[in-house]
């Protein structure tokens, strides 16, 4: 069964909180964006050995193993537009589709213990990213296809709000303990 696709535009949540997960932008610190990162990545593992982690609760919403492998996906092509905003200002960034993408590689059929792998390894490489940002950097800019505009400032927090907001979506919380 296909899901319906999510065409809302989350940027909203660069200026104010999702009531959804809790996250609140203002939390957002640059000395603790590459950790926060790394961290969204804890947890995952234990969530998608769940027995039940290829089923999908109802049919508008993912299982737990197309979510990771959402994740899994968000990780590397945050890093790729990271990328590219440091090394051009201005960057354009090529449309991504989530929903063609979940069809298109199968998600529901992938290896919950490979997507757990490879989930940890895009976030640490994500997180090694923004450790690489310099001060001179933060303002740097990108644009999405639909337009919307970022600093690799506002980026972090969009990227932030993602990975955390998912967590909320399959029952973790959306910042593990430290």
């Not at 926060?36 to 290829?54: H, K």
């Not at 999405?144 to 993602?162: C, K, M, P, Q």
């Amino acid at each position: 069964m296909a899901i319906t696709p999510d065409t809302k535009d989350w940027t909203w949540v660069i200026e104010r909180p999702c009531a959804a997960c809790g996250f609140d932008p203002s939390t957002v610190r640059r000395d603790d964006v590459a950790d926060r990162i790394a961290r969204s990545a804890v947890g995952w593992d234990a969530a998608l050995a769940r027995p039940e982690a290829r089923d999908r609760p109802d049919e508008a919403t993912w299982s737990v193993l197309e979510y990771g492998c959402h994740l899994r996906d968000v990780h590397r092509i945050m890093r790729e537009r990271l990328g590219l905003m440091l090394a051009q200002d201005g960057a354009a960034f090529a449309n991504w589709d989530q929903d063609v993408t979940a069809v298109e590689d199968a998600y529901g059929e992938q290896d919950p213990a490979t997507v757990a792998a490879e989930l940890a390894a895009e976030a640490a490489a994500f997180a090694a990213a923004y450790r690489t940002v310099g001060d001179d950097d933060w303002a740097r800019t990108g644009l999405r296809s639909n337009g919307s505009a970022f600093t690799v400032e506002s980026f972090a927090i969009y990227a932030l709000h993602d990975l955390e907001h998912h967590r909320v979506d399959v029952g973790l919380a959306a910042r593990p303990a430290d």
